[in-house]
């Protein structure tokens, strides 16, 4: 007799999930997780901190009511760490309690401590005191998340040389930021922190940032950024970086130095399964820290389960929170559909992207025909209320059958308006659909019917041609 039926390995957004599904299904199960870690990096130190910062950023900088009312328009001169930090604080707190509330509702144990694997389906317990306790548990589910990866041969001290879990201990907001690496993480605290008047320059060595979005939406992205003063430093390395007492030089591979209050870096993000003893029950981690599992989120170990980063790609809390979902449902013999292969991309930047499906790029590699619509927020009334005059809806379309192949926003709300593209698409309804429908007016939503009248007459016009 186990203690419990299923325990799962970490609180964040794919152990959460996995946690509320097992105890849904009348299973004994309890969480473990660090002290002060309840809701993992993603609520902590990540996703709900970053987004949090986003909008205290927008909100105080006023940035997006410049178009209405003049570029100086400002809602706090001096916004300072506590500001963003007040903000943060309050939801970080609210989201915790929501996940207490919900594990304490399902009976879900919360056991708190570091675990390591002590033998088959044994997990040992250490708590801040460095007491050690067992638990054993029928299945097994890991959920452990990453870290940022820190580069050897940089000295980070969390204040002057940072990684992004560093950015919300800051105590004051920089004049100046290098950010190494133009991903996702590395671009989004670039624009926000560009929009509160930091100068930023962003490294990267590849030729392009964020290759797998649409290069359109990118081009544009990189044109407010750069409006925002950011500069950019393609195929570029940072070969090190020193440290002095008023800031730090980025030293570059081509020879250019770069000075900064700040240097951020965003060098991807490593797996901690490596800390979890995982040679006691038989598992092994790859070199970035993370585990293999086959479709059903179960290891090569039949008892042990890993969801979320931990397994790598696509490592978002949406695509984690789904997997928690499955692992738990096949770790109780409790028959689930699998995860819906269309999942939508959101990117947190300012101006915020999104998209689902197909890029341009790869249906042009793959040969396959298709038509472009395309709708400007400053064509609609609600765009010209907003003030947002940059903002675009792009939908990718099969002039066969009318499928929508891809959806792409670039603007103000471009990761709500994705879903109803994503909900087109996973109902095969089609460009028409789209032209025949009703939107309330006035809405950023109809940029749907306004794209697909354009590329529905686009494809018209070909047909009259062949006629």
């Known amino acids: 007799m186990y203690d419990y039926d299923v325990l799962v390995l970490g609180s964040g957004p794919g ?33 709900i901190p970053s987004k949090t910062l986003r909008e205290a950023v927008l909100y105080l900088t006023g940035l997006n009511q410049r178009e209405m009312y003049g570029q100086s328009y400002r809602l706090k001169e001096d916004i ?3 500001d963003l930090a007040a903000r943060t604080q309050h939801v970080i707190g609210r989201e915790i309690d929501v996940i207490r509330s919900q594990f304490a509702r399902n009976q879900v144990r919360l056991l708190t401590g570091t675990a390591r694997f002590t033998d088959a389906h044994t997990v040992g317990l250490t708590d801040d005191a460095g007491q050690t306790t067992t638990v054993t548990a029928d299945k097994v ?3 452990t998340g990453t870290r940022p990866a820190r580069p050897d041969t940089v000295d980070f001290d969390d204040r002057t040389i940072i990684d992004s879990d560093g950015i919300i201990n800051l105590e004051r907001v920089p004049r100046s930021m290098v950010v ?14 560009a929009a509160l008047g930091t100068k930023v320059t962003v490294v990267e060595r590849r030729d392009r940032m964020l290759e797998f979005c649409d290069l359109e939406v990118i081009e544009a992205l990189k044109y407010h950024l750069r409006d925002l003063a950011v500069t950019f430093r393609f195929r570029e390395s940072v070969a090190s970086v020193e440290r002095h007492p008023r800031g730090a030089v980025a030293m570059l591979e081509s020879g250019k130095q770069i000075a ?40 090569s170990v039949d008892y042990a389960y890993a969801v979320g980063d931990v397994i790598g790609f696509p490592a978002l809390a949406s695509t984690s929170m789904e997997q928690g979902r499955l692992a738990a449902h096949h770790a109780c013999d409790e028959p689930v559909r699998e995860m819906q292969p269309l999942q939508p991309i959101g990117i947190y930047t300012i101006p915020e992207i999104s998209f689902v499906g197909r890029t341009e790029d790869d249906l042009t590699d793959a040969r396959v025909p298709f038509e472009v619509g395309i709708a400007r927020y400053r064509e609609l009334a609600r765009g010209q209320i907003i003030g947002d005059s940059y903002g675009m809806l792009k939908i990718l379309v099969s002039p066969t059958d009318r499928r929508l192949l891809g959806v792409h926003v670039f603007g103000t709300g ?4 994705v879903h109803i593209g994503q909900t087109v698409m996973g109902c095969d309804a089609g460009v028409d659909y789209l032209v025949d429908a009703v939107f309330n007016y006035p809405t950023l939503a109809e940029s749907y ?6 590329a529905m007459n686009k494809m018209r016009h070909i047909a009259r041609l062949h006629d």
Not at 414 to 417: G, H
Request: proline share 0%; charged share 20%; with cysteine.
């Open 260 to 299: 900064a209050d700040t240097v951020m870096y965003s060098a991807g993000r490593q797996g901690t399964a490596a800390d979890l003893n995982l040679d006691a029950i038989g598992l092994t981690a790859d070199a970035r820290g993370r585990i293999t599992v086959d479709e059903h989120y179960r290891t």
């Open 414 to 417: 471009a990761t709500e308006l």
């Open 449 to 454: 019917k306004v794209a697909a009248l354009d």
């Open 141 to 143: 589910i890991i959920a």
């Open 180 to 193: 190494v690496g133009a991903g996702v993480i590395g671009i989004e605290y670039a624009s926000m922190f």
């Open 15 to 47: 152990g959460q999930k996995a946690a509320i599904a097992a105890a849904k299904l009348d299973r004994r199960v309890a969480v473990v997780e660090r002290r002060h870690m309840i809701g993992g990096v993603c609520i902590n130190t990540g996703t």
């Open 80 to 82: 300072t760490v506590g």
